[in-house]
C-alpha cells in the first residue's frame, strides 16, 4: 500500500498516564524531578497499537468500556500525545468527541459558530460560505442569536455537531456523539455522515450499538484493555466483540486469547449466505431448500454470558415461572438466532395452588423496550379451565425469526382468574434474551421482515412496455 492511499497510519503507539493517589503527590512529583523518585503509577490506556486506514474507508472501533478507543481517537486527532509510537494522519480532520468544546458560553450561537469553525480549521470566508447551511442544519431558530448558556442540552448538541458535520473533512472521527439527541436529529446526523463518506472522505467510528457498526462499516478493530485483539469484517468483529462483552468474568481471560490466536482467521463461510439459495422449484429444488434451512438453523448457537442484567419479576401469585429456553427445531438450545429461521422459546410454570381459567405469554421487546410482538397460548374463552396445585406446565411458543440484527429480550407471563378478573400468577420482563446475526441477504428494512415481494415493470416513455419483472 503506498503512503497516498493511507490517510492513518498508528505504528506501535502506546499511551501511559499517571494516576496519583492523593492530590498533593502530583505537587510532591514535580518537586522530586531531580530523585526521580514516582509519586504515582502508571495506566497503560494504549499498549503498542498497529492500525492503518486507507483512503475513503469507514472503520468501526469497538469494545468494552475502558478498552482505550476514546483515548486511540484523541491520540489520532492530536489532543493527547502517544507516550510512544508515531502517528501519522493525512488531511483535514473534523472530530466528533466532546461536542461544543470549542464553545464561549457568554457568546451567541452565531458568536460561537465562528469560534468553533475556527477550532475546527476553517477560514472566516469558509464559514461565511456555510452558515446559512450550518444554521438550517441545527434548526435552532431564533435562538442562533442568543448566548448559547442559555441553550437547552439538546440545542447545544444541535450547534455543535452542525459546525462540526460542515467542515467537509479528509478525516471524520466519530465517539459515540450522536447517542444523545432525539431520533429524528440522530437520523439526520446519520444521514450527512453517509454523505460524507460516500463522498470519499474517511470515517473512524466508535459506538457500542453493533448494528450500526455493520451498517456504516467497511472494517471494524476490536479494542481490549488498550490492545487489539482481532480486526477484520464488521460481522467478523463484533461477533468476537459480543463473546467478550457477554462473558462470565472468569471466563474473559480465556476468550481474549481464543480471539487474539484467531487475528489473522478470515470468516467462515456464512450460512446466512445460503438464504437466496433457498428456492421453491422441482423436487431436487426442494431438497436444496430443506438442506440450505438446515445449514441456516445450524448456524445459531448458544453463547455463554448472554443474559440480561435488567430482569424484573413480578410478585407470585401461586405460580413461579423458571428456566426460560430458546431452543432449535431439533432441540438444541441456542440464544443467537439467524434471520429466517424458526425456535422454540420454552418456559416451565409451577403451581403452589390451584388455578383457574389460565393462559400463558410471551412477548419480544427492543433494546430501548419496544414492544415487538409476541402471543397468547389461547383466547380468554379457551384458556384451561383448572390446573391442579403441584402441577408443573412446560410451554413452548414456536416462532419464526423475522427481525433484524439486534439484541432483544423475552418476557414471559401466566395469567388466571383472581376474584372476579384475570390477572397475572406471575410475569418475567426481560426474563431472557436473544441475539440476532448479520444477514448479508436480508433485503427487508426496518426492524421486522413482512416478507414484502415487489414487481418492477418498466415502460417506454409513451406508455408501451418493455419488459416485466416480478419477484
Given at each position: 500500500?503506498?503512503?497516498?492511499?493511507?490517510?492513518?497510519?498508528?505504528?506501535?503507539?502506546?499511551k501511559v498516564f499517571p494516576i496519583y493517589e492523593k492530590p498533593h503527590h502530583r505537587l510532591m512529583?514535580?518537586?522530586?524531578?531531580?530523585?526521580?523518585?514516582?509519586?504515582?503509577?502508571?495506566?497503560?490506556?494504549?499498549?503498542?497499537?498497529?492500525?492503518?486506514?486507507?483512503?475513503?474507508?469507514?472503520?468501526?472501533?469497538?469494545?468494552?468500556?475502558?478498552?482505550?478507543?476514546?483515548?486511540?481517537?484523541?491520540?489520532?486527532?492530536?489532543?493527547?500525545?502517544?507516550?510512544?509510537?508515531?502517528?501519522?494522519?493525512?488531511?483535514?480532520?473534523?472530530?466528533?468527541?466532546?461536542?461544543?468544546?470549542?464553545?464561549?458560553?457568554?457568546?451567541?450561537?452565531?458568536?460561537?459558530?465562528?469560534?468553533?469553525?475556527?477550532?475546527?480549521?476553517?477560514?472566516?470566508?469558509?464559514?461565511?460560505?456555510?452558515?446559512?447551511?450550518?444554521?438550517?442544519?441545527?434548526?435552532?431558530?431564533?435562538?442562533?442569536?442568543?448566548?448559547?448558556?442559555?441553550?437547552?442540552?439538546?440545542?447545544?448538541?444541535?450547534?455543535?455537531?452542525?459546525?462540526?458535520?460542515?467542515?467537509?473533512?479528509?478525516?471524520?472521527?466519530?465517539?459515540?456523539?450522536?447517542?444523545?439527541?432525539?431520533?429524528?436529529?440522530?437520523?439526520?446526523?446519520?444521514?450527512?455522515?453517509?454523505?460524507?463518506?460516500?463522498?470519499?472522505?474517511?470515517?473512524?467510528?466508535?459506538?457500542?450499538?453493533?448494528?450500526?457498526?455493520?451498517?456504516?462499516?467497511?472494517?471494524?478493530?476490536?479494542?481490549?484493555?488498550?490492545?487489539?485483539?482481532?480486526?477484520?469484517?464488521?460481522?467478523?468483529?463484533?461477533?468476537?466483540?459480543?463473546?467478550?462483552?457477554?462473558?462470565?468474568?472468569?471466563?474473559?481471560?480465556?476468550?481474549?486469547?481464543?480471539?487474539?490466536?484467531?487475528?489473522?482467521?478470515?470468516?467462515?463461510?456464512?450460512?446466512?449466505?445460503?438464504?437466496?439459495?433457498?428456492?421453491?422449484?422441482?423436487?431436487?429444488?426442494?431438497?436444496e431448500a430443506v438442506a440450505a434451512a438446515r445449514e441456516l438453523e445450524d448456524a445459531s448457537y448458544?453463547?455463554?454470558?448472554?443474559?440480561?442484567?435488567?430482569?424484573?419479576?413480578?410478585?407470585?401469585?401461586?405460580?413461579?415461572?423458571?428456566?426460560?429456553?430458546?431452543?432449535?427445531?431439533?432441540?438444541?438450545?441456542?440464544?443467537?438466532?439467524?434471520?429466517?429461521?424458526?425456535?422454540?422459546?420454552?418456559?416451565?410454570?409451577?403451581?403452589?395452588?390451584?388455578?383457574?381459567?389460565?393462559?400463558?405469554?410471551?412477548?419480544?421487546?427492543?433494546?430501548?423496550?419496544?414492544?415487538?410482538?409476541?402471543?397468547?397460548?389461547?383466547?380468554?374463552?379457551?384458556?384451561?379451565?383448572?390446573?391442579?396445585?403441584?402441577?408443573?406446565?412446560?410451554?413452548?411458543?414456536?416462532?419464526?425469526?423475522?427481525?433484524?440484527?439486534?439484541?432483544?429480550?423475552?418476557?414471559?407471563?401466566?395469567?388466571?382468574?383472581?376474584?372476579?378478573?384475570?390477572?397475572?400468577?406471575?410475569?418475567?420482563?426481560?426474563?431472557?434474551?436473544?441475539?440476532?446475526?448479520?444477514?448479508?441477504?436480508?433485503?427487508?428494512?426496518?426492524?421486522?421482515?413482512?416478507?414484502?415481494?415487489?414487481?418492477?415493470?418498466?415502460?417506454?416513455?409513451?406508455?408501451?412496455?418493455?419488459?416485466?419483472?416480478?419477484?
Amino acid at each position: 500500500m503506498s503512503s497516498d492511499d493511507v490517510a492513518v497510519r498508528v505504528s506501535n503507539v502506546s499511551k501511559v498516564f499517571p494516576i496519583y493517589e492523593k492530590p498533593h503527590h502530583r505537587l510532591m512529583q514535580m518537586l522530586s524531578l531531580r530523585n526521580k523518585k514516582k509519586w504515582f503509577r502508571e495506566f497503560t490506556a494504549i499498549k503498542h497499537l498497529e492500525l492503518t486506514v486507507r483512503r475513503g474507508e469507514t472503520v468501526g472501533i469497538v469494545g468494552r468500556n475502558g478498552s482505550g478507543k476514546s483515548t486511540l481517537l484523541q491520540l489520532i486527532c492530536g489532543t493527547l500525545t502517544p507516550t510512544s509510537g508515531s502517528i501519522e494522519v493525512s488531511g483535514r480532520i473534523a472530530a466528533l468527541l466532546e461536542l461544543g468544546a470549542g464553545f464561549n458560553p457568554d457568546f451567541t450561537g452565531r458568536e460561537n459558530v465562528y469560534l468553533y469553525g475556527t477550532v475546527l480549521g476553517l477560514t472566516r470566508d469558509e464559514v461565511n460560505a456555510r452558515f446559512d447551511e450550518i444554521e438550517a442544519f441545527a434548526d435552532i431558530g431564533e435562538f442562533i442569536e442568543q448566548p448559547v448558556k442559555s441553550y437547552s442540552s439538546g440545542m447545544y448538541v444541535r450547534l455543535a455537531f452542525a459546525v462540526a458535520i460542515n467542515v467537509t473533512p479528509s478525516l471524520l472521527i466519530v465517539d459515540e456523539a450522536l447517542s444523545v439527541g432525539d431520533e429524528a436529529f440522530q437520523r439526520k446526523c446519520y444521514a450527512r455522515i453517509n454523505a460524507i463518506r460516500d463522498s470519499g472522505a474517511t470515517v473512524l467510528f466508535v459506538s457500542h450499538s453493533a448494528g450500526t457498526v455493520i451498517d456504516l462499516c467497511d472494517r471494524a478493530v476490536l479494542l481490549d484493555y488498550g490492545e487489539k485483539l482481532c480486526e477484520g469484517t464488521p460481522k467478523f468483529v463484533v461477533s468476537h466483540y459480543h463473546r467478550l462483552l457477554y462473558a462470565p468474568a472468569d471466563r474473559v481471560a480465556s476468550i481474549r486469547e481464543s480471539i487474539r490466536s484467531d487475528m489473522h482467521q478470515v470468516d467462515a463461510p456464512s450460512a446466512d449466505a445460503g438464504n437466496a439459495a433457498i428456492v421453491v422449484a422441482d423436487a431436487a429444488g426442494q431438497s436444496e431448500a430443506v438442506a440450505a434451512a438446515r445449514e441456516l438453523e445450524d448456524a445459531s448457537y448458544f453463547e455463554e454470558g448472554l443474559e440480561p442484567k435488567s430482569t424484573l419479576p413480578y410478585p407470585s401469585q401461586g405460580a413461579v415461572i423458571c428456566d426460560p429456553q430458546i431452543h432449535t427445531l431439533t432441540g438444541r438450545r441456542v440464544n443467537v438466532l439467524c434471520c429466517g429461521s424458526e425456535y422454540v422459546y420454552i418456559y416451565r410454570v409451577k403451581f403452589g395452588r390451584a388455578a383457574y381459567n389460565v393462559r400463558f405469554g410471551m412477548l419480544i421487546r427492543s433494546i430501548t423496550g419496544v414492544e415487538i410482538g409476541g402471543a397468547v397460548s389461547a383466547t380468554a374463552d379457551q384458556a384451561l379451565p383448572e390446573i391442579e396445585a403441584g402441577k408443573e406446565v412446560i410451554v413452548r411458543f414456536r416462532f419464526q425469526c423475522l427481525l433484524a440484527p439486534a439484541v432483544y429480550f423475552l418476557n414471559a407471563g401466566v395469567l388466571a382468574t383472581l376474584g372476579e378478573g384475570e390477572a397475572y400468577l406471575h410475569r418475567v420482563i426481560d426474563v431472557a434474551m436473544f441475539r440476532v446475526m448479520p444477514s448479508p441477504s436480508r433485503l427487508a428494512t426496518g426492524m421486522v421482515d413482512f416478507h414484502v415481494d415487489h414487481e418492477l415493470e418498466i415502460h417506454e416513455a409513451h406508455g408501451s412496455l418493455l419488459t416485466s419483472q416480478e419477484t
